[in-house]
């Protein structure tokens, strides 16, 4: 078997390089977005700091994985405008990963060939592949399955993969929407953990949707709550519980009820209202 990268190996194969000097990362300025009649996002304005981790809480309809296809470039922007890392985006960008909450794996390529697809889509050069894929498959703990396909994968592990199919890239924003939806409570919880762990290691600004509250605590520098459709900018909380944090961690600290309560409070007190 291969030896295990280590993990400054992996952090440098990995990580960006923070090299500009403007604080903000994303700039969300005043985007509106319509399906036919229905308006889906309203004025929804938003700053994301470089290197932050950001939740997106709301209501189901709310429009934020609308809000999360604007950002990458995959949906029309109406109203307004996006700006990441002062460009406005125009189409799917490179810099953007996205994780979804289906694995989206190709059922006939091996893991390693899943985790390589979005660089072999570019041509990029095979020593450089390697040397991402082997890093990425260290960091989120599936040494040793390289030649597994993904029916052989429990969901947890299939979206491990998601992730480091997304981490391979190495955009400088990493996009997650609902991406541990679809595991049982016990996995969700590790895959919280080793996130946690790996963003602390590379640093990545992140957008993070969830209907989670406890998810959103436990992972988020701050939390943007949704009001539902047409979705708007509820609220936005500072989670001021320190890292390293763990699950356990998160929900002993004295905030933590607090938190959750307004989070509730700013997700309950806009129900029933459409405009
Ligand atoms: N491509 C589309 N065409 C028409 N309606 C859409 C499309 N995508 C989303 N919608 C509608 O927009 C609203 C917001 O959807 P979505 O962004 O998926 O919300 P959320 O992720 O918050 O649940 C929903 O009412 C959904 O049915
Ligand atoms: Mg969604």
Redesign the pocket.
């Known amino acids: 078997m291969l030896k295990r990268t280590t993990k400054s190996t992996v952090s440098k194969i990995l990580s960006i390089s923070a090299d500009e000097e403007d604080p903000i990362a994303i700039r969300i300025e005043h985007i509106c977005?319509w399906?036919?009649d229905?308006l889906?996002?309203k004025d929804v304005s938003l700053e994301i700091a470089k290197n932050e981790f950001v939740c997106i809480v709301?209501?189901?309809?709310?429009?934020?994985?609308?809000?999360?296809?604007m950002l990458n470039g995959l949906?029309e922007i109406d109203v307004g405008r996006i700006l990441v890392d002062g460009t406005e985006v125009q189409g799917p960008r490179r810099d953007m990963a996205m994780v979804f909450q289906q694995f989206d794996l190709f059922p006939w390529k091996t893991i390693d060939k899943n985790i390589s697809f979005p660089l072999d889509l570019v041509g990029m050069d095979k020593g450089e592949i390697a040397e991402r894929v082997k890093a990425a498959i260290t960091l989120v703990g599936l040494d040793g399955f390289e030649s597994k396909y993904p029916n052989q994968l429990s969901g947890g592990m299939k979206q491990r993969v998601g992730l480091a199919r997304a981490l391979v890239v190495r955009p400088s924003v990493l996009l997650l929407?609902?991406p541990f939806g679809a595991v049982d409570a016990q996995t969700r919880e590790t895959l919280q953990e080793e996130l946690l762990k790996i963003w602390s290691d590379l640093r990545q600004t992140a957008v993070f949707?969830t209907h989670s509250i406890d998810e959103a605590i436990t992972l988020a520098d701050r939390i943007v709550v949704?009001s539902a459709?047409p979705?708007q900018v509820n609220g936005i909380l500072d989670v001021d519980i320190p890292r390293p944090r763990t699950v356990e961690s998160v929900r002993r600290d004295s905030r933590y009820p607090g938190l959750r309560e307004q989070v509730r409070a700013l997700i309950g007190g806009q129900e029933g209202n459409h405009e």
Request: no cysteine.
């Open positions: 977005k399906f036919g229905l889906v996002l709301g209501a189901s309809g709310s429009g934020k994985t609308t809000l999360l296809r949906a929407d609902e949707v949704m459709r979705g």
